[in-house]
């Protein structure tokens, strides 16, 4: 499958975007999709995931309560509404997907097999 990410750009502090990831290829609903984020001079890290099949949420305490992802298979797309954004936010923004991925391992990104190329999001303070 290969992904491709969009949606990012520059956003006040506050403020709010929507990131997407569409997949090509078959058999979509059954990826475990997950958000990870890379801040300058850091290493990348999990934002949020949603699970094949029961469509379940999954969220580091970070954005928890800030960010919702969710996933439409019939367009082969999972978004990432983002609230209330913070400078800390600032961070290249990358989508992946794993076929059946264990619930244990959804936040560890050595699982993931396919990425997308990254989206910069931006937040001025």
């Known amino acids: 499958v290969q992904l491709q990410a969009s949606g990012g750009g520059l956003v006040q502090t506050g403020g709010s975007r929507r990131l997407s990831c569409i997949a090509s290829?078959?058999?979509?609903?059954?990826?475990?999709v997950a958000w990870f984020r890379q801040a300058p001079g850091k290493d990348r890290e999990f934002a949020a995931a949603?699970?094949?099949?029961?469509?379940?949420?999954y969220y580091s305490d970070s954005v928890k309560g800030r960010f919702t992802i969710s996933r439409d298979n019939a367009k082969n797309t999972v978004y990432l509404q983002m609230d209330r954004l913070q400078p800390e936010d600032t961070a290249v923004y990358y989508c992946?997907?794993?076929?059946?991925?264990?619930?244990?391992?959804?936040?560890?990104?050595?699982?993931?097999?396919?990425w997308g190329q990254g989206t910069l999001v931006t937040v001025s303070s």
């Open positions: 992946a997907a794993a076929s059946f991925l264990h619930d244990n391992y959804y936040s560890i990104e050595r699982y993931y097999n396919f």
């Open positions: 290829g078959r058999a979509f609903n059954s990826y475990t």
């Open positions: 949603v699970r094949y099949g029961t469509s379940a949420t």
